[in-house]
C-alpha cells in the first residue's frame, strides 16, 4: 500500500467513524472495502473530538463566571449533543432489557424496543449523575479536560476490545451490520486509549486498566448470561461504564 493510499485510508476510517458515532456534519469519505468493523479503531479518535467540545464547553462556562456546577451540566449537555446520546440511548435499553426481561428473548425484544422503561430511565439518572458529580469535583478547566479526554477516548478505545471477546447475541441488529473487527483493529484502539490513559499519570494508568479489566470481565459474563452475547446496546452501555469508571478515577487523582 504506497503512502497516500494509507492516508486516504486512515482518513477515511476517521470519517467513517466520525458519522457513525457523532451527529457532527462531516463528510463521509467512501473508501471501498472497508466496514465500519474495519473502521472502528478510529472510534477514540472521535472520543477526542467530543471531548474537546465538552471540555470547551466547560472552559467557557467557568471563563463567564459559572460555577463547577453549571459547567459540568454545560460539558455534558455539549457531549451528548454532539454524539446524539448514542452510548446512552445502549445503556438504557441495556438496562430495561437485562432488568425487565423474563428470557433471553424477551430480553432481546425489550432492548429493541424504542420506549424507555424504569430501569432505563434509572441508568440514565445515573450515568448523568455520576459524570456530572465527577467533573464538579475535580473543578479546575485544565484537569476538566484532562478527564474528559481519558474517559472519552479510553472508553470508546475498549469498544472494540468488547466486540472482540463476545459473540453475537442475535443474527441481525447494529452489531452485525457493523461487520466483524479483527484483534490487530481493536488492539490499535486499545493502543490509543492506553495512550489516553497517561493523561491521568502513571498511578492512574494502573489504577484504570484494573479497574477496567475487571469490570470488562464481570459486564462480558453479565452479558453472556443475560442474553448469550453482545448488541449494539451493549456495546454502548460498556462505553458508559468505561466512561464513567474513568470519570470517577480522575476525580479521585486530579483532586
Not at 424477551?106 to 459524570?131: N, P
Request: one cysteine or more; proline letters at 3%; a neutral charge.
Amino acid at each position: 500500500m504506497s503512502a497516500m493510499a494509507g492516508l486516504k485510508t486512515i482518513t477515511g476510517d476517521i470519517a467513517i467513524g466520525m458519522v457513525f458515532f457523532s451527529r457532527l456534519p462531516l463528510p463521509h469519505f467512501v473508501v471501498r472495502d472497508r466496514t465500519l468493523g474495519d473502521a472502528i479503531w478510529s472510534a477514540p479518535i472521535v472520543g477526542l473530538v467530543v471531548a474537546l467540545i465538552a471540555g470547551g464547553f466547560y472552559g467557557f462556562a467557568w471563563w463567564l463566571g459559572l460555577g463547577a456546577g453549571p459547567a459540568a451540566a454545560l460539558a455534558l449537555a455539549a457531549g451528548m449533543l454532539a454524539t446524539g446520546c448514542l452510548h446512552e440511548d445502549g445503556l438504557s435499553d441495556t438496562a430495561d432489557g437485562f432488568g425487565g426481561g423474563r428470557t433471553k428473548d424477551h430480553k432481546l425484544e425489550i432492548m429493541h424496543d424504542s420506549r424507555v422503561g424504569t430501569y432505563g430511565a434509572a441508568a440514565l439518572l445515573l450515568t448523568v449523575l455520576l459524570r456530572w458529580s465527577a467533573l464538579a469535583a475535580i473543578a479546575a478547566p485544565g484537569s476538566v479536560l484532562l478527564a474528559l479526554l481519558a474517559a472519552h477516548i479510553a472508553s470508546r478505545a475498549a469498544m472494540p476490545l468488547f466486540m472482540v471477546a463476545l459473540p453475537q447475541a442475535r443474527n441481525e441488529g447494529l452489531s452485525v451490520t457493523v461487520g466483524s473487527v479483527s484483534d490487530a483493529t481493536a488492539a490499535i484502539a486499545a493502543a490509543i486509549g492506553l495512550a489516553a490513559l497517561l493523561l491521568l499519570g502513571a498511578e492512574g494508568l494502573l489504577v484504570s486498566v484494573l479497574v477496567l479489566g475487571v469490570l470488562f470481565f464481570a459486564f462480558r459474563r453479565l452479558c453472556i448470561a443475560q442474553i448469550g452475547g453482545l448488541t449494539g446496546d451493549t456495546i454502548g452501555a460498556w462505553q458508559q461504564i468505561a466512561e464513567i469508571t474513568l470519570l470517577l478515577i480522575a476525580s479521585a487523582i486530579l483532586t
